[in-house]
């Protein structure tokens, strides 16, 4: 739909109307973009919840002109329905993937150290107890997916000197890791892991990747941290793992189910720390989805340079 295949040139709705769009509307009229309500006139959408996929199914069938759709997430499996539904050739898809890339690799970076470190069991204690822990100076880190968070991450990464192996879907190297390897030889970098650090979008191919078979390839001394999604990770088999002390712990962003029960047992696993899917919060993110709405109206009335096209088959 980029270059000379672009989406029809009209109003914008933002949706869906229940929600406050101040920043957004300002964003798409700083793109050169016009707001309108949603009606036949419509030619694209900023939909600006996670909560209501449902609502934006049904406003693509009742307009189906509509040829552009800004989602507001970089992971897209909340509208895997509406994005089935509306695969075809006259619809634009764009996603935030990379706008949330920093606070994301922090939180990744946050939980890596404090799960090195052995903060969480610490945090729990009520004695003296005694010294042990982790350091990620000169560790081997294995990061699976090589978008925005990873790049991001490579850069934070660096001033502790450590050995970083990417695993990505695609063949290529990823500038500033030391080792780059496709997904099906993930089996092979695991054995020589110290921090695995799950980054990639969750699609079919990707559910359970880190099951009790991969959890076993992993030393001891490994620490999981996970701010992709849940569902990468089999979470039965990681509890297993973590009660049997075949690893050194997890630092969680995302779990499945999501979210995680009151009494579950992950809560009381020591050597867990888990945020509430925080890695980019509210308060971060809105200034970030702003840009990228600018930045992708802006292509929709004049450049075309799109920002985070989505592929509705692979589902990101």
Same mark, same amino acid.
């Given at each position: 739909?980029?270059?000379?295949?672009?989406?029809?040139?009209?109003?914008?709705?933002?949706?869906?109307?229940?929600?406050?769009?101040?920043?957004?509307? %300002?964003?798409?009229? #700083?793109?050169? !973009?016009?707001?309108?309500?949603?009606?036949?006139?419509?030619?694209?959408? /900023?939909?600006? %919840?996670?909560?209501?996929?449902?609502?934006?199914?049904?406003?693509?069938?009742?307009?189906?002109?509509?040829?552009?759709?800004?989602?507001?997430?970089?992971?897209?499996? %909340?509208?895997?329905?509406?994005?089935?539904?509306?695969?075809?050739?006259?619809?634009?898809?764009?996603?935030?993937? !990379?706008?949330?890339?920093?606070?994301?690799?922090?939180?990744?970076?946050?939980?890596?150290?404090?799960?090195?470190?052995?903060?969480?069991?610490? %945090?729990? #204690?009520? =004695?003296?107890?005694?010294?042990? !822990?982790?350091?990620?100076?000169?560790?081997? /880190?294995?990061?699976?997916?090589?978008?925005?968070?990873?790049?991001?991450?490579?850069? @934070?990464?660096?001033?502790?000197?450590?050995?970083?192996?990417? /695993?990505?879907? =695609?063949?290529?190297?990823?500038?500033?890791?030391?080792?780059?390897?496709?997904?099906?030889? @993930?089996?092979?970098?695991?054995?020589? +892991?110290? /921090?695995?650090?799950?980054?990639?979008?969750?699609?079919?191919?990707?559910?359970?990747?880190?099951? #009790?078979?991969?959890?076993?390839?992993?030393?001891?001394?490994?620490?999981?941290?996970?701010?992709?999604?849940?569902?990468?990770?089999?979470?039965?088999?990681?509890?297993?793992? @973590?009660?049997?002390?075949? @690893?050194?712990?997890?630092?969680?962003?995302? +779990?499945?189910?999501?979210?995680?029960?009151?009494?579950? !047992?992950?809560?009381?696993?020591?050597?867990?720390?888990?945020?509430?899917?925080?890695?980019?919060?509210?308060?971060?993110?809105?200034?970030?989805? #702003?840009?990228?709405?600018?930045?992708?109206?802006?292509?929709?009335?004049? +450049?075309?340079?799109?920002?985070?096209?989505?592929?509705?088959?692979?589902?990101?």
């Amino acid at each position: 739909m980029t270059g000379e295949r672009r989406p029809i040139v009209g109003p914008i709705a933002l949706l869906p109307d229940t929600s406050p769009h101040r920043r957004f509307a %300002a964003a798409v009229e #700083a793109g050169g !973009g016009t707001l309108g309500a949603l009606d036949d006139d419509t030619r694209g959408i /900023v939909w600006l %919840a996670n909560e209501d996929p449902d609502g934006l199914v049904d406003a693509l069938r009742e307009y189906p002109q509509i040829q552009w759709v800004q989602l507001p997430w970089a992971g897209v499996d %909340a509208f895997a329905e509406a994005l089935a539904e509306n695969d075809r050739d006259d619809l634009l898809w764009t996603s935030a993937k !990379g706008a949330y890339a920093q606070p994301v690799a922090e939180h990744a970076l946050a939980l890596s150290l404090a799960t090195l470190r052995m903060l969480p069991e610490r %945090a729990r #204690a009520s =004695s003296w107890g005694e010294k042990k !822990g982790e350091s990620l100076y000169g560790a081997r /880190v294995t990061i699976v997916g090589a978008g925005g968070i990873a790049v991001e991450l490579l850069r @934070l990464l660096e001033p502790f000197s450590a050995e970083v192996t990417v /695993v990505r879907r =695609s063949s290529g190297e990823v500038p500033g890791a030391q080792r780059t390897v496709t997904s099906d030889q @993930l089996d092979e970098v695991l054995p020589d +892991t110290d /921090v695995l650090i799950l980054a990639a979008a969750s699609t079919g191919e990707t559910r359970h990747m880190i099951d #009790a078979r991969r959890l076993a390839l992993l030393p001891s001394r490994a620490a999981l941290v996970n701010i992709a999604r849940g569902a990468l990770v089999d979470t039965d088999a990681l509890l297993a793992a @973590l009660r049997a002390e075949k @690893l050194l712990g997890a630092g969680l962003d995302v +779990t499945d189910p999501e979210p995680l029960p009151d009494g579950h !047992g992950l809560w009381s696993e020591p050597r867990v720390i888990i945020t509430p899917h925080s890695a980019d919060t509210p308060d971060m993110i809105a200034p970030l989805l #702003a840009e990228r709405v600018r930045a992708n109206v802006e292509a929709f009335v004049s +450049t075309g340079q799109f920002i985070g096209v989505v592929d509705p088959n692979a589902g990101y």
